[in-house]
């Protein structure tokens, strides 16, 4: 943990899906100081026209009004000041990765509570 899913429609310009999360993954771990093998991305897309806002479901990502829409899960033990520097930061990864302006970017943050969640065989406690 944490986990990292985002989500958009294809990209008109091609750029390499795998190099972007790879990147992504790596730069939110090192400006938060995770370490990189507890870092989870995934990156899906939307089949083409599926994914509207308003009356507008375009079939490649336009530069408005569709936002790249990104799940952030992590433990709930992160302060406030914390999930906002994660927010920025991964924000700021997205944009830089994927050449996305941070302003085409929706993050929702969600906490996963000690003893809800089961990984490496095991229910994880924190």
């Known amino acids: 943990m944490p986990f990292i899913h985002i989500k958009s429609l294809p990209y008109e310009h091609a750029f390499n899906v795998t190099v972007a999360i790879i990147a ?33 479901a375009p079939n490649y990502q336009p530069e408005t009004p569709h936002s790249v829409i990104v799940d952030l899960l992590t433990p709930d033990f992160n302060d406030r000041q914390t999930i906002k520097q994660m927010l920025l930061s ?36 924190w």
Not at 33 to 48: A, D, M, Q, R, S
Not at 106 to 123: E, P
């Open 24 to 56: 992504i993954g790596k730069d939110f771990a090192e400006k938060n100081g995770i370490p990189l093998e507890h870092v989870h991305t995934t990156w899906e897309f939307f089949k083409p026209g599926h994914f509207a806002k308003g009356d507008f």
């Open 90 to 125: 991964l924000a700021q990864g997205i944009s830089q990765y994927a050449n996305t302006p941070m302003r085409k970017i929706f993050i929702n943050h969600r906490q996963a509570a000690s003893d809800m969640v089961f990984d490496d065989g095991k229910i994880v406690s």
